[in-house]
């Protein structure tokens, strides 16, 4: 939930964790409801003056079924929900421009996508694969879902928008990134408790998915 009351937009990067968002723009502009892909990179993204975001956000493997459309059709896109839900879209927008709040927005979302429907295997796997922060084989996330390796590549492609490798970087960059502050000073530990080859390794991915260094970040 972002809430920008100044006269003047600014960018927010945003960088990549696997996931996928339904996000409702508000405020004084003309209302918006996009989806967002899963991301392989950064992404800086402009909120408009004296706005209201708030959003839903899908972990891996997680919202597909709910969205209607392969997820590596979206990587790195966002689009309108309307294209997706059609009608549907046109309601909920009402709805979330009708709201009083963005506490009630939040809810109007919740109440929208709620899924009471038990994980799948390969759902399972990826909240597996999400809680080893990505340090994993590929052998051993696809033998949780039930498949075999070369399965898996292409199931997890079609389900998070990401192959089984690059899904693995950006869960491992962003346990590297919620440590960053209190490694200040020794990225060579951070790299190796990460599971990254060399320091060199983890700056190359972390100037990937961030957009800066470690220590441009920490400061």
Not at 114 to 143: F, I, Y
């Amino acid at each position: 939930m972002i809430c920008h009351d100044d006269e003047l937009a600014v960018l927010h990067r945003v960088v990549p964790d696997g996931c996928a968002d339904i996000i409702f723009t508000g405020g004084s502009g003309k209302p918006q409801l996009q989806f967002v892909g899963a991301m392989s990179r950064y992404e800086d993204y402009e909120v408009p003056a004296r706005s209201l975001m708030v959003g839903m956000r899908f972990h891996p493997g997680m919202w597909v079924e709910q969205l209607g459309a392969p997820a590596d059709l979206i990587t790195d896109k966002q689009l309108a929900l309307e294209d997706f839900w059609g009608k549907r879209a046109v309601v909920l927008l009402d709805k979330l421009s009708d709201a009083k709040s963005p506490q009630r927005c939040a809810e109007v979302l919740v109440d929208t996508v709620r899924n009471e429907h038990s994980p799948t295997p390969l759902q399972a796997a990826m909240a597996w694969m999400r809680s080893q922060q990505g340090l994993v084989k590929l052998d051993q996330v696809a033998s949780h879902a039930g498949l075999s390796a070369r399965q898996f590549r292409r199931v997890c492609l079609q389900q998070t928008g990401l192959s089984p490798k690059l899904l693995a970087r950006v869960l491992r960059f962003r346990y590297a990134l919620s440590r960053v502050h209190e490694n200040a000073g020794d990225h060579a530990g951070l790299a190796a408790d990460c599971g990254y080859s060399d320091q060199s390794h983890f700056i190359a991915d972390f100037r990937r998915f961030s957009g800066c260094t470690p220590a441009a970040f920490g400061r």
